[in-house]
């Protein structure tokens, strides 16, 4: 079995302001980190563009009018003042959730023993009506939806270790009793939630703030201490991860203090519960980071994790 990586150049034509951390060179650096020799097995797949529908599992058909509408023809306009659009950023967006889509339909296939994501705009700012965070549209939050409908699962767990709260992801899943969400992030810090009362509207939220300037040794102990054994208790039958990697120490947006180790210790103890409860299966999505060396660094170490696991 081997992990795929999903991507599109699409996604290279979402385009931000001048100085915008959430740029086309992120990607850009991720490929060349991935094109190392120790990548080379890696199942490259495109992704591809959603349907509507699959946006909708979601989403009101009002927010996907609203963003169509949005598109400029030319030039780059703000719909918020972190969150911008550009004319190819509604396909790359689509990409973004097809990738996802796609990604769960070959783990739950059996095609791939897990996949990674790797696409942009991120989703897991994005509420049910409310582009915000860079985010348009719910990535990883769709996905679970589909394996839910699509795939018919009941346990799907999602796991979010951005140094952001994915407050979008929390607020979509909020009433599906199928679900469990987890987030660990730095408090305080944008987007002012994910506090530990936020559980959810049947016991399946879970938030586990972080201080600033804490390093790797509080997020291992909290994982090891609150997380993993929630997760298994909950037995998921897939595993679904908001990889952001601006928790690392050399990001510009945040104040924690992980390493590429952390973040290798983290997927190694997340794909043990997937081994242990879903025969592997993990679907891994991109969001944030942005100190684009560290970035590159940390989603090849991710990455290196998956292979090694998927067997």
């Not at 927010?63 to 030039?75: E, F, K, R, Y």
């Not at 582009?131 to 939050?141: R, T």
């Not at 987007?191 to 804490?214: C, D, I, K, R, Y």
């Not at 993990?282 to 067997?311: C, F, P």
């Amino acid at each position: 079995m081997s992990t795929a990586f999903l991507t599109h150049p699409d996604c290279t034509n979402h385009i931000t302001p001048n100085g915008h951390p959430e740029q086309v060179a992120r990607l850009e650096h991720i490929y060349r980190a991935l094109s190392a020799p120790g990548f080379t097995t890696l199942d490259r797949r495109e992704a591809p563009e959603c349907e509507d529908a699959d946006i909708l599992l979601c989403h009101p058909q009002s927010h996907l009018n609203a963003i169509t509408a949005a598109v400029p023809s030319q030039g780059v306009v703000a719909l918020d003042g972190d969150t911008h659009m550009s004319p190819g950023s509604l396909q790359a967006a689509r990409r973004a959730v097809g990738g996802c889509i796609a990604a769960v339909d070959a783990v739950m296939a059996g095609e791939v023993g897990n996949a990674f994501v790797a696409c942009r705009p991120p989703g897991h700012h994005a509420e049910q009506s409310t582009p915000m965070g860079f985010c348009l549209f719910g990535n990883a939050a769709i996905a679970a939806r589909h394996a839910m409908e699509r795939h018919g699962l009941s346990r799907v767990a999602v796991v979010d270790f951005d140094v952001h709260h994915g407050n979008g992801t929390q607020a979509l899943l909020w009433d599906e009793p199928r679900s469990l969400f987890i987030g660990s992030h730095q408090n305080p810090l944008w987007p002012g939630t994910g506090m530990p009362e936020e559980t959810g509207a049947h016991n399946n939220v879970q938030n586990w703030p972080l201080p600033p300037h804490s390093d790797g040794r509080l997020m291992r102990a909290t994982y090891e201490a609150e997380v993993l054994p929630a997760l298994e208790r909950f037995e998921p039958e897939l595993l679904i991860v908001s990889a952001g990697f601006d928790a690392h120490a050399d990001d510009p947006l945040a104040q924690l203090e992980w390493t590429e180790s952390d973040f290798v210790w983290l997927t190694e103890r997340l794909c043990d519960v997937a081994q242990r409860h879903c025969a592997g299966r993990v679907v891994s999505t991109l969001e944030g980071g942005y100190d684009l060396n560290a970035l590159a660094a940390s989603v090849a170490a991710h990455v290196k994790v998956l292979m090694e696991r998927a067997g």
